[in-house]
Nanobody
Framework: QVQLVESGGGLVQAGGSLRLSCAAS????????MGWFRQAPGKDREFVAT????????FHADSVKGRFTISRDNAKNTMYLQMNSLKPEDTAVYYC?????????????????WGQGTQVTVSS
């Protein structure tokens, strides 16, 4: 069982930045490819970014490419999402997720463990 806790959400003006963190409660954190997803009110959960267990490989959704960066620090059992040039359409609850697999994924159904989410609100 892996417990995930997100932090770092908040209210920011358009064009601003936030960094989300996801702390994991496992000693084998590097074994888990991780992902960030988001869900806006009335919309389906949407893929944001994913990262391999080692952190050497990342993949970002087109909607955030060039603005958001996923990373991880396996020594700290923590994953991050640096969000720059935020837009009002980035407003959502952001979730981190972990999957017990060799490969990362952009499909939410492939993830077994989820955090409780952190709210990000971008004002115009």
């Amino acid at each position: 069982q892996v417990q995930l806790v997100e932090s770092g959400g908040g209210l920011v003006q358009a064009g601003g930045s936030l960094r989300l963190s996801c702390a994991a409660s496992t000693r084998t954190f590097s074994n888990y490819p991780m992902g960030w997803f988001r869900q806006a009110p009335g919309k389906d959960r949407e893929f944001v970014a994913t990262i391999s267990g080692s952190g050497s490989t990342t993949f970002h959704a087109d909607s955030v490419k060039g603005r958001f960066t996923i990373s991880r620090d396996n020594a700290k059992n923590t994953m991050y999402l640096q969000m720059n040039s935020l837009k009002p359409e980035d407003t959502a609850v952001y979730y981190c997720a972990a999957r017990p697999s060799t490969y990362y994924s952009d499909y939410s159904g492939n993830y077994k463990y989820w955090g409780q989410g952190t709210q990000v609100t971008v004002s115009s």
